[in-house]
């Protein structure tokens, strides 16, 4: 039988939100700090059962578990904060980092007192009808594996040491992300070149499902891609640290920076047109050649 728990989420954003409905769900005690944080982000945490605790300094003295979901630029500055508290208990990165800079978190917590497990998340947000899968690396990732026992969230145990995790979500979104920006940059530079309509034909021709991926990866560009601007940067440093190619992601860190930032709520019809726009920008036509 799982052990009851009390786990604090850092931040209660739609992931963290999310994961602590299933862990509140089985039965733990989920916590969240609302200091600094939106009414969007309370609704949301209220509405899975999370205590709000009000600031993370009181989230950390009384947990035993924190898991760290936020944005990859903010990975580090998270785990500084909850260090500065004196957190003792097993604090779970579950950002969308490099290896390297779960290193770089690891020792910050530990330098703090904590016990530091890897993870990476993989899918949507659990739910009735959605699986959300947990990787999980380090001494102590099956003490964080069992907390989902019974839940929408399958957690795996990597049989490898810490930041392990994390090279499996970057080398995974390195692809589904990576490729999302490829096909949104292509798309948008035969518009620049005045051939898009003979591309979606051939498209339609040789690779059909392209269309419809084009317009999922714009979709997702103006909702999340201000989050993804890091996670490319993460991946790119991934690559080049055993001395593969980093420039592609690099690249796609751009794409997803130019790509407008959108409710989801407020898309209609014309998204792809609205997000090829803004990868282009201004002064995008090519200069043509003229025949003498």
Partial sequence: MTRMETVGILH???????????????????????????????????????????????????????????????AL????????????????????????????????????GATYVDAGIIGPPPSATAETRLYLSGDVAHAVADLFDGTPVRATVLDEPAGAASAL??????????????????????????????LLDEWAASIPEL???SRTAARSAATKGWRWVG???????????VELPAGFHQAAAEV???SPDLNAETLDENILDSVLTAILGPGSTPDRCTPT
């Fill in 256 to 258: 997803f920076r130019r």
């Fill in 169 to 198: 979500k970057m080398t995974f979104a390195g692809w589904t992300k990576g490729t999302a920006a490829l096909l949104l940059t292509v798309q948008a530079a035969a518009r620049a070149h005045g051939v898009e309509g003979a």
């Fill in 77 to 112: 500055d998270v785990a500084a904060t909850v260090a500065e508290t004196g957190f003792s208990g097993i604090f779970v990165d579950a950002n969308a980092i490099s290896p390297a800079t779960s290193n770089a978190v690891a020792e910050r917590v530990m330098a703090g």
């Fill in 12 to 74: 209660a954003g739609e992931m963290g939100a999310a994961l602590g409905a299933a862990l509140r769900a089985r039965g733990h005690e989920v916590l969240w700090a609302s200091e600094g944080r939106s009414e969007r982000t309370a609704t949301r945490a209220a509405s899975g059962g999370l205590r709000d605790t009000g600031s993370v300094d009181e989230l950390a003295g009384e947990c035993q578990i924190a898991i760290s979901v936020c944005p990859p630029h903010a």
């Fill in 211 to 213: 269309a419809n991926r």
């Fill in 231 to 241: 996670e490319m940067e993460e991946i790119a440093a991934t690559l080049a640290s």
